[in-house]
């Protein structure tokens, strides 16, 4: 195929987003296991923390991403903003599964168990729903332009549902008796060597979700293509 | 205690980086296999085009502007 | 849209389909529901809510489904689509049309539900049947947007309820908090909270359907 601007970018882009969140990654470790003080109160679990809340905040993102993809793409019609979406998608599932993995098994010891019903583990589980139901409508309906729309149609609702859930499961629990009353946000993190950590881990994790959102991009282009040609030239596969 | 708590902190990261080592893992098998298909589709033009040139031509040029 | 609605009525008054799929299915899960909770166990009554709502949103859940079928069967949808109707008015023809079914199909269900878990005549059931509304057309708004996108993929009988379960969670836990107030024989107080959620989903869930229906049926 033809060289274009774009495949230029995207070659230099790949490397660079790659040694950017390779690196980053590694101080973030090193800060982690190394330079952050222990958390007095919680051990050494705490540490779990450092990757936890900045999966969080990438899920939320990724989501975020693919909302505002699937508008751009009923609204123009250009399919790359439907790869996108669907790629932001697979992304924020898989970050949004290692949350509800690595939920628990900061849970257990500090609060003594596994899970709760707790407003943030119900809303993550569910966005959890949501989007595992998004990534099967789209591979029922494989590189259509009809799939596309319906995963659209599909991103912009549950983006706007997420909100009213939130909303919904946290009056769920504040108004029975509150199991726990600490959240993570309020324990600790006054140490600025804490804050510091918790920033680098935040930019490594955007690092590595740009990275991975760019080759899932690429992955879906280049899917979408190939399609295109095999059945531009009639040959059986 | 502490034994126990570092198993939960060993157990959270092992759980991390296996699951994304493996997704990046299937991504760059993906990629690749994409890759050498394009390779093939392209060998094969170039072949037909080589061969026998008017159809293969039209067929090229269906194939391009297929291509979003 | 009368003409629509009246289409919509015809169409069922024939059939009896989704109001005999949510009534059948939402009595066989409350008779199944009702056994599996010991009937002497003072528990029964705790559960009773939880056991309606799960009932009201899955026999709904099966109902919707059935709403685009006969239409696709038809080819119906496609002469609707050919009139000079907007959509989204189409759109929100089929929501009102299977709030109806729904409520219908419910409307049946409560007497046998209060004669089953064994509730008290005093229970609260004006705040429980305007939860029951406030429900009903958010599953259908919601439900109908999905149902046209599910039934044409393969799946499209598992797809509905994977899609519309996880979206539905607000109005699950605003129908069992009024409702569990209801039964209990208490004034409806704080848990108003609760119905002004549940009027905030049915409101988003309708304009957005009105706006995004145009994309899920264009061709």
Redesign the interface.
């Known amino acids: 195929m033809q060289i274009g601007p774009q495949t230029v970018v995207s070659r230099s882009l790949v490397p660079l987003l790659a040694v950017c969140s390779a690196a980053s990654m590694l101080l973030t470790l090193w800060l982690i296991f190394v330079y952050v003080p222990t958390d007095r109160v919680q051990g050494v679990v705490q540490r779990i923390f450092y990757v936890h809340v900045p999966l969080a905040m990438m899920t939320f993102l990724a989501f975020g991403v693919t909302a505002v993809a699937s508008a751009a793409y009923l609204w123009s019609r250009n399919p790359k903003y439907d790869h996108c979406a669907h790629a932001s998608a697979e992304v924020g599932l898989l970050f949004c599964s290692l949350v509800l993995i690595t939920g628990p098994i900061w849970a257990k010891p500090i609060w003594g168990t596994w899970w709760t019903w707790d407003a943030r583990l119900t809303t993550t589980l569910i966005l959890w729903l949501i989007y595992a139901g998004y990534l099967m409508l789209r591979s029922l309906t494989m590189h259509s332009e009809q799939g596309a729309r319906y995963a659209a149609v599909l991103g912009i609702v549950g983006a706007l549902d997420i909100p009213i859930i939130n909303r919904s499961v946290y009056w769920w629990r504040t108004i029975h008796p509150a199991v726990l009353v600490t959240r993570e946000g309020g324990t600790g993190l006054t140490d600025p060597r804490m804050q510091l950590t918790l920033l680098c881990s935040v930019l490594a994790f955007f690092f590595l979700f740009a990275w991975l959102l760019w080759l899932r991009y690429r992955q879906a282009v280049l899917e979408a293509r190939m399609t295109a040609l095999w059945a531009a030239q009639r040959i059986p596969r | 205690?502490?034994a126990?708590?570092?198993t939960?902190?060993f157990?959270?990261?092992t759980?991390?980086w296996v699951?994304?080592v493996a997704?990046?893992w299937r991504?760059?098998r993906?990629?690749q296999q994409?890759?050498r298909?394009?390779e093939e589709?392209r060998s094969?033009e170039r072949h037909e085009r080589a061969t026998d040139t008017a159809p293969a031509q039209e067929?090229v040029a269906?194939?391009?502007?297929?291509?979003? | 849209m009368i003409p629509l609605l009246r289409k919509e009525f015809l169409i069922e008054w024939r059939a009896r389909e989704a109001l005999a799929t949510a009534l059948l299915t939402g009595l066989l899960l409350l008779v199944v529901l009702s056994f599996a909770f010991d009937p002497t166990s003072p528990l029964r009554r705790e559960a009773a809510p939880g056991a309606f709502w799960v009932t009201v949103v899955f026999s709904g859940v099966l109902a919707i489904g059935r709403s685009f079928v006969a239409d696709r069967e038809n080819d119906c949808l496609q002469g609707l689509l050919l009139a000079p109707l907007d959509r989204g008015t189409i759109f929100l023809a089929k929501v009102f049309a299977q709030t109806a079914f729904l409520l219908a199909a419910q409307l049946l269900l409560v007497p046998l539900f209060i004669v089953f878990f064994d509730l008290p005549l005093s229970a609260h059931l004006l705040p429980w049947l305007l939860a029951l509304v406030l429900v009903g057309v958010g599953l259908s708004a919601a439900g109908i947007l999905l149902a046209a996108i599910a039934v044409q993929t393969r799946a499209k009988e598992i797809l509905l309820p994977l899609l519309l379960v996880p979206l539905a969670v607000p109005l699950l836990l605003a129908g069992l908090r009024v409702s569990q107030r209801a039964f209990a024989g208490k004034p409806l107080g704080e848990a108003v909270a609760w119905l002004h959620l549940a009027v905030g989903f049915d409101v988003i869930v309708l304009v957005v359907g009105w706006l995004l229906f145009e994309y899920v049926v264009e061709d």
């Open positions: 205690m502490t126990e708590s570092l939960y902190l157990a959270a990261y759980a991390v699951v994304l997704y990046l991504l760059s993906r990629l994409l890759h298909e394009l589709l094969e067929r269906r194939g391009t502007g297929g291509a979003p």
